[in-house]
């Protein structure tokens, strides 16, 4: 059974960096994509990044793009979301899922992350 779980939400000050991590387990991810996604109550989920499990560029959102940074550790099963420059608007629950290929598409992914919440305030 494929399990994804987020950990490293806080309430931060803008301008201030926080990294967020996607511990996986339960299946082999070699092959996948791993994806990181924010979504506000009531809106649809929005593509922040996504990294190849076994290597390969990491691709990112015009909005994450400069800011922030997605890393992997094969060795740790974990996946990293490092953010900086913090904005208010980057407010928002945040989400890693697995698929089979690169996409930005919400859809495209088959296994979730409960979410972790990152507050900017100002």
């Known amino acids: 059974q494929v399990q994804l779980a987020e950990s490293g939400g806080s309430t931060v000050q803008t301008g201030s960096s926080l990294s967020l991590s996607c511990a996986v387990s339960?299946?082999?991810?070699?092959?996948?994509?791993i994806g990181w996604f924010r979504q506000a109550p009531g809106h649809e989920r929005t593509f922040v990044g996504t990294?190849?499990?076994?290597?390969?560029?990491?691709y990112y959102s015009d909005n994450a793009e400069g800011r922030f940074t997605i890393t992997r550790d094969v060795a740790e099963n974990s996946v990293s979301l490092h953010m900086s420059g913090l904005k208010i608007d980057d407010t928002d629950t945040y989400f890693c899922?697995?698929?089979?290929?690169?996409?930005?598409?919400?859809?495209?992914?088959?296994?979730w992350g409960q979410g972790t919440q990152v507050t900017v305030s100002s």
């Open positions: 899922a697995r698929a089979r290929y690169h996409s930005e598409d919400w859809r495209s992914y088959d296994s």
């Open positions: 339960g299946s082999t991810f070699g092959g996948y994509f």
């Open positions: 990294i190849g499990w076994h290597g390969g560029r990491a």
